[in-house]
C-alpha cells in the first residue's frame, strides 16, 4: 500500500533567511505536484 501525499501544511513566518530558502525550496519542487498551504498559524495552514 503506497500513501500518496496530496497537501503539505508550511507554518512559518519566513522572517529568517534559512526559513525563507526552505519554503521556496519547497514551493519550487512540490508546488505543482501537492496543495500546499501557506500560513503563520498551524490552524490557519490545515
Known amino acids: 500500500m503506497v500513501n500518496m501525499v496530496n497537501r503539505i ?3 512559518s513566518r519566513c ?3 534559512d526559513a525563507l530558502e526552505m519554503v521556496k525550496t519547497i514551493l ?3 508546488g505543482s505536484k501537492v496543495d500546499i ?3 503563520p498559524m498551524t490552524a ?3
Open 28 to 30: 519550487k519542487r512540490f
Open 15 to 17: 522572517d529568517h533567511v
Open 9 to 11: 501544511g508550511i507554518v
Open 37 to 39: 498551504a501557506l500560513a
Open 44 to 46: 490557519k495552514a490545515l
